[in-house]
Structures are given as structure tokens and as C-alpha cells.
T-cell receptor, first 113, second 111 residues
Framework: SAVISQKPSRDICQRGTSLTIQCQVD?????MFWYRQQPGQSLTLIAT?????????ESGFVIDKFPISRPNLTFSTLTVSNMSPEDSSIYLC??????????FGPGTRLLVL | QKEVEQNSGPLSVPEGAIASLNCTYS??????FFWYRQYSGKSPELIMF????GDKEDGRFTAQLNKASQYVSLLIRDSQPSDSATYLC???????????FGSGTRLLVRP
């Protein structure tokens, strides 16, 4: 399975600012995804990060709020823009392999004040 | 709206017992089914996946799938306190590899 790292591991941010989260995979992968896990909740898919094209967003998530980049097959970024306290959450990236299984990074714990 | 349902628990079992975790899903077209374990403060860890009806065993874990009943379960034999965690059921129903997660069942294994 792929080994995934994320930076930063946690951050405390002020309302109205933006934070970019990085996700690095140790091998080339076809699929990369971004999820949000709010306190005490399960995982919600934000978007699929597509290499070389725009990300595919799920209902309720928009590019202006969560811009995503995927410049190559091992790296992606998620930006949380114009943050509010409701954006306080754990943000997780995952990668998918040919067996459709997904492996998760360690997550980024975000607190917005 | 595709849904995956799990009992939130907590499910409490004594050490050495069999823990049975259950999950139902709404989309009959779902093809792939996954169980993840998530310890508090950690990210989800893949335990097992199953594609075909029947049982799949891996060590102390057995996944069971019944597509006719739209039901998937995870059995943990000889439960250990270290198995105490939240278990997430996830389902993939189309070709995009997207996973839909249940809300998770919290398992407590009492020493």
C-alpha cells in the first residue's frame, strides 16, 4: 500500500484566512481524494483530485472554497479559503490503487478561531 | 442519495469474545465493500475489503457480504482491548472509486 504524508499535521487559524494542506504519496497513484471529518462524524468526500485537470467536487463543496491542485501523480494540495469556525475539522487525503482500495494520510487537524 | 448505515454503538464485548459489526447500504449497484478501523485521533486504517457474496477471512477478521440483503458485516474473533476503536464501513458503487462511509460503530473490548 502507498505511504501518504500530509503537511501540516495541525494548525490554528484565524477567521477569514486561508490554509493550504499538502499531500504526498510515496508512489505514483491513479486516484487521490480529499475528505473532511468533522468532530464526532464520519468521513465526507470533498473532491477527487484529477491529475492534469480540474478536481471533481461533491455536492455541497465548491472550487472557490476548496481549490485543489494535482500537478503530478504523487502530490496534491487542498486549500481551505476564507475560513470560518465551521471549517474546523480533520482534513484527510487518500490514494486509490488498481484494486479500488483507498489508503489515508495521517490527516490535518484544523481549528479556526 | 446513496447511504451506508451503521449502529453508532458503543458495542461492548469482553476480551476473547466475538465482536459482530454490521452495515447496510442503499445502492443495489454497489460492488466493493470496505472496513476501516479508526483509533481516536488517528486516520482510518484499511482492515479488509470484499467484493463477492460470502465470507472472507484474514486472521482474526472475517468480512461477510450478502448483496441480496444489502448487508455487510465484520466479525472480530478473540477480541482484544487493542481492538477498541471505531469501525467504519465504506461502499463503492460506481467506476470513479468514490467511497461512501457509514457513521461508524464504536467498539469497546473490556479486559
Amino acid at each position: 500500500s502507498a505511504v501518504i504524508s500530509q503537511k501540516p499535521s495541525r494548525d490554528i487559524c484565524q477567521r477569514g484566512t486561508s490554509l493550504t494542506i499538502q499531500c504526498q504519496v510515496d508512489s505514483q497513484v491513479t486516484m487521490m481524494f480529499w475528505y473532511r471529518q468533522q468532530p464526532g462524524q464520519s468521513l465526507t468526500l470533498i473532491a477527487t483530485a484529477n491529475q492534469g485537470s480540474e478536481a471533481t467536487y461533491e455536492s455541497g463543496f465548491v472550487i472557490d472554497k476548496f481549490p485543489i491542485s494535482r500537478p503530478n501523480l504523487t502530490f496534491s494540495t487542498l486549500t481551505v479559503s476564507n475560513m470560518s469556525p465551521e471549517d474546523s475539522s480533520i482534513y484527510l487525503c487518500s490514494s486509490g490503487d488498481s484494486q479500488e482500495t483507498q489508503y489515508f494520510g495521517p490527516g490535518t487537524r484544523l481549528l479556526v478561531l | 442519495q446513496k447511504e451506508v448505515e451503521q449502529n453508532s454503538g458503543p458495542l461492548s464485548v469482553p476480551e476473547g469474545a466475538i465482536a459482530s459489526l454490521n452495515c447496510t447500504y442503499s445502492d443495489r449497484g454497489s460492488q466493493s465493500f470496505f472496513w476501516y478501523r479508526q483509533y481516536s485521533g488517528k486516520s482510518p486504517e484499511l482492515i479488509m475489503f470484499i467484493y463477492s457474496n460470502g465470507d472472507k477471512e484474514d486472521g482474526r477478521f472475517t468480512a461477510q457480504l450478502n448483496k441480496a440483503s444489502q448487508y455487510v458485516s465484520l466479525l472480530i474473533r478473540d477480541s482484544q482491548p487493542s481492538d477498541s476503536a471505531t469501525y467504519l464501513c465504506a461502499v463503492n458503487g460506481d467506476s470513479s472509486y468514490k467511497l461512501i462511509f457509514g457513521s461508524g460503530t464504536r467498539l469497546l473490548v473490556r479486559p
